[in-house]
């Protein structure tokens, strides 16, 4: 039976019986074995009653002792079999032997068994203060009565049938009917008879009649399109061996830490073979994507959405299992085998998390249950224009507990350490890129929406309590105050640890487009940044969305000819990683990637036999190894007084020139970036100290691939005050150039 059909030849008006409901009172289910009523006519104290459709004869035999207890009879022409147990007036363990036209098949019976959710946990649930809802929702291995099987679980208060489908039952609904907790709408069935890596679904009939046929939302595993069926998981449990690192990372500081971002796209950082349409899995990952970041000298890994995602060109950003890593690298095992081998190796790794919305396909979350169950209902709330996405309804307690249960998921069972959401400034506005007539203002007659900010609230209230040591990070594009800032500060304070700097990255970003010839009418395109950045803890960030969609790589936005474009990037990366703020580089900007991201296919490793890519290359890993040296760029880049000003005005030759403190003077580095294809000779900067210094980094060096201009490793400063400093020099810039300046020794007086 085709597993993607909708609908069964089957009128359910003839089966009302399968609609099985839980007995609040007496805590009974109409199939199984029941004692029977006192007063009863029939002989003996118990019943059993099944339903297998096309079934000739029933025999009950007790798992105990193998002896046949009863054969049932048929009670109807649809397949429901009934009879009494005259030997015992105790229920017990039992198998059905179930003659059929074309055989035998023993089944042990899934309505023998009491309900396996606790009132607690769907109490929680309930609530929107569950954390591990998918404990029990979706399908989870128990052993009740010492009998190995999946406990099966949906949340689908408004569906009038729910039934699961699946390898294990030939995708027959009539076979496995879920039985219904009416106080909470959670449809719940034990299945003993499944093995691991069997697909299945959930089908619904909705309150209209109509045949829904649903990927389980809690479902662990998914197979790939057009399935899209859930996946039975391994019963197998990993050893972790990263318990010192998790240790040590709840003692961090990240505010006071280097951190520098590689961001990456599994499925098209790298290839089997160029070209070729086959992913590298994760263990192909382990020997070759860890070693690259070690080498390049970040300090952690993000990762685009993995959470399972049926069309290949949303990057992973229209997921539909939320709680499925995606199939395309391996299986789960796979993904904590690697992030426990990234610890191994000294990498964080983030998790990019979408909680912002999520798509219209048939087997997804939308309208659930035949009604608006997990999306808003009101539609100026419920869809997002430019995505054609559903938008969460988060002032359901249900979908709260889904969403903040996701995100512990993914942090407990996977160990990442951090995630970072997606689209934040589409949540925060309910006007969010709409019309006029396109949204409502909230009960305060503004435009904030005040539930998602409440989930937003509570999200990073849980996680960092539950979590020591992870980092939050939001993906926010407008001036929302607070971002950053302890949710106690005050009612609009989201507390996330981090924000990029989406700011910095337009204004910069412009500005590198321009011909060096204009530069100087844009000068504050480069220095705006410092009037707000230490409002907020910023990450800045050169992310995916930079590099697709028609904007050109970053290399290629630079106007000039292949000489101006890689002394231009160098010079930028320079400043990039001087200014105040964590970094974030995309995958192939660490080497000039000239074509457009691609997420069907690799990045052109093959770039790498020229010079001028490799040259950049080793600047950022240079650049790296500078930044998580030198605790001048990390220990206090969130507070003001790491960063002067020497010189932020000279929009005529496009230089700029500053200084990153550390904890006291004594401990500075001076950044001069020269942003004009003009060699700067005897160009006078200010000094903070009277001492030798060193030309640390140079990145018009030939090592990198630029002229070699430069001031032969050193400069003294001498007893001339300029730029507010009592000690100045003379140094050479070079062209598009950064120059990174550190003192040696202080000179004494003479």
Known sequence: ??????????????????????????????????????????????????????????????????????????????????????????????????????????????????SLVSESDVYLFSEGCQYQAEHFLGANWHEPSNISGVLFCVWAPNAQRVAIVGDFNHWDPRRHSMRKHESSGIWELFIADVEEYQHYKFEILTHTGEVLRKADPFAKQMESA????????????????DKPWLIKRAQSRWHMSAISIFEVHLASWRRKTQG???????????????????????????????????????????????????????????????????????????????AAHFPKDPHGLATFDGTCL?????PLKGEHPDWDTLIYNYDRSEVRSYLLSNACYWLREFHFDGLRLDAVSSMLYLDYSRKADQWRPNQWGGNENLEAIAFLRLLNQVVYQDFPGIVMIAEESTAWPGVTHPTTQDNRALGFGFKWNMGWMNDTLAYLKRDPIHRHFHHKEMTFSLVYCFNEQFILSLSHDEVVHGKGTLLEKIPGDDWQKFATLRSYYGFMWGHPGKKLLFMGGEFGQRQEWDHDKGLDWSLLVHFSHLGLQTWVKDLNHLYRTSGVL???????????????????????????????????????VNMLPDVKYHYRIGLPKKSLYRELLNSDSEYYGGSNKGNTGFIIAHEEAYQGMAQSALITVPPLGCLVLAPMALIEDK
Request: proline share 5%; hydrophobic share 40%; aromatic share 14%.
């Open 634 to 672: 990390f220990e206090n880049d969130h507070q003001i007084s790491s960063f002067q000003w020497l010189d932020c005005d000279n929009h005529i030759d496009s230089i700029f020139v500053f200084v990153r403190y550390g904890v006291t003077d004594d401990r500075h580095l001076i950044f001069v």
């Open 374 to 378: 997990f999306e808003h209902a009101d």
């Open 1 to 114: 039976m085709d597993k993607t059909n909708k609908a069964q030849n089957i009128t359910y008006a003839d089966h009302d019986f399968l609609r099985i409901y839980y007995d609040e009172s007496s805590k009974k289910w109409p199939l199984g074995i029941h004692c029977l009523e006192e007063g009863a006519e029939q002989t003996g104290s118990l019943s059993v009653t099944v339903f297998l459709p096309e079934a000739i004869s029933v025999d009950v035999v007790s798992l105990t002792d193998a002896q046949n207890v009863v054969t049932i009879g048929q009670i109807n022409e649809h397949g429901l079999f009934s009879g009494v147990v005259a030997r015992s007036n105790k229920p017990f363990l039992y198998k059905l032997i179930v003659q059929y036209p074309l055989g035998i098949e023993e089944i042990i019976d899934p309505y023998q068994f009491h």
């Open 276 to 354: 070729d349409s086959v992913y590298l899995n994760y263990q192909d990952l382990i020997e070759q994507l860890i070693p690259y970041v070690q080498e390049m000298e970040f300090t952690h890994l993000q990762l685009m959405p993995i959470s399972e995602y049926p069309f290949d060109a949303s990057w992973g950003y229209q997921p539909i299992g939320m709680y499925a890593p995606s199939y395309r690298f391996g299986d789960p095992m796979g993904l904590k085998r690697f992030i426990d081998a990234c610890h191994q190796a000294g990498i964080s790794v983030i998790l990019d998390w979408v």
């Open 226 to 241: 057009p399935g899209n069926a859930g996946v039975i998981p391994s019963q197998r449990q990993y050893q972790w061996r």
